[in-house]
Each structure stands twice: as structure tokens, then as C-alpha cells.
């Protein structure tokens, strides 16, 4: 099982940045990426960012250059930088980790992804 918790939502000013935080715990062992996703009111969810195994990153293109995913593997944290986002990012953003699918259909890694509670945040023009 894993387990993720998010935190640092809130309401951000124009010109602001917001940094979110997603605490990891539990057995990761069979994690292949770890990321986030974010539903705004009356929209599907749509993913973020995510780490991928070996490390690198990956954007949507609607967050490139705008966002940083990054992590801290001493803490199990990985976080979520937001430089001066618009109001069109306000949403529910969730932390989320995919296992690898050939050991999830083994019965050897649990769930095939787990997911945190989510945090809001509110963009202010």
C-alpha cells in the first residue's frame, strides 16, 4: 500500500507562486511514476505533471515553463511549484503513484495507482 498526503493549497495573488507538497508513505517499491493531477469545477481531471522512473519529468504542455515537479527523496516528498499561475489553474490537485503493471497483475505490488485526498487551490486575477 501506499499512502499520499497532500498539502500547501490555498488561495494565490496574482504574480504569486504557490508550491504544493504530496508526502509519500508505504511500499514503493513497485512505483514507476508518481505525479499530479488537477479537475477544475465541471471539468475532467487532467494530469500535470509526473516523475517517471529514472528520474526525469514530464509536463503538459499547458503547465510547461509555468510549473516545476520536483522531488526530495530524503523526505518522501515530492512538490508541486507554481510560478504565477493564472486563474485558469484553480482546481482540486491530486497527488497520484502508478505501479509497474506486470507486478500489480502478479498479485506482487497492490493497486495498480493510489491517490491522495487532494488539495485546493484558488487563483486570484
Known amino acids: 500500500q501506499v499512502q499520499l498526503v497532500e498539502s500547501g493549497g490555498g488561495l494565490a495573488q496574482a504574480g504569486d507562486s504557490l508550491t504544493l507538497s504530496c508526502s509519500v508513505s508505504?511500499?514503493?517499491?513497485?512505483?514507476?511514476?508518481i505525479g499530479w493531477y488537477r479537475q477544475a469545477p465541471g471539468k475532467q481531471r487532467e494530469p500535470v505533471a509526473a516523475i517517471v522512473k529514472g528520474g526525469n519529468a514530464e509536463y503538459v504542455n499547458a503547465v510547461k515553463g509555468r510549473f516545476t515537479i520536483s522531488a526530495d527523496n530524503a523526505k518522501n516528498t515530492i512538490f508541486l511549484q507554481m510560478h504565477s499561475p493564472k486563474p485558469a489553474a484553480a482546481a482540486v490537485y491530486s497527488c497520484t503513484a502508478n505501479n509497474e503493471a506486470s507486478r500489480v497483475a502478479q498479485g506482487l505490488c497492490g493497486r495498480p495507482d493510489y491517490w491522495g485526498q487532494g488539495t485546493q487551490v484558488t487563483v486570484s486575477s
Open positions: 508505504g511500499d514503493t517499491t513497485c512505483m514507476t511514476a
